[in-house]
């Protein structure tokens, strides 16, 4: 990728963040009827954040876990209503869930599969004040569990969980593309 000679060697060649800006800006352009991108953790980076704000769109995305939140932008409160210590000026996202619940997690049904969910308003490094939905499949907040991130602080977690559920037939066709389609190529 550093090598000078590569755009003169394959001047159509471009990063897969290069390629999703120019498809989404291409859509954008159309006046596509959307108002939400749902983009995948890799994929949301700092230019398609960009762009989406830049035509009033909002963004959901899976959060990695070893994202840093800011611990002094959110409060986390115990059963009994008592304020949790947290330490340090940053902490990581698995490091906030073993946490939860919290008095805020909620049951709720999206598709016929009960979750409990917890949403915190919460300052991310490098990209403001964002909503982290973290969503567990148990009522003891043990096994599978995932965050997801937006950056519509008074958006509801049913909502967000269900618009991020139309990933799943684009993570069909990636892996469609890639394997017997040969896109990788």
Known sequence: MEDPALPQLHPQWRTKIALRSALRATALRHQGPFRVLVCDRWSRSEALVSLARSRHKDGISVLKTPRH???HSFVLKDAAGRRLPLA???????DLVPLLPCPASQAGTVKDKTSWTCAVAVRIPGRGTGR????????????TSVSLVTKRVDGRAQ?????SL????LETFAQ??????????
């Open 69 to 71: 939140l800011e611990t």
């Open 88 to 94: 340090g000026p940053h902490m990581a996202l698995e």
């Open 132 to 143: 982290v939905v973290v969503r567990c499949t148990s009522a003891a907040w043990t096994g």
């Open 159 to 163: 909502r967000i969980i269900t618009l």
């Open 166 to 169: 139309h990933r799943g037939p």
């Open 176 to 185: 469609d593309g890639t394997t017997s389609l040969g896109l990788d190529e």
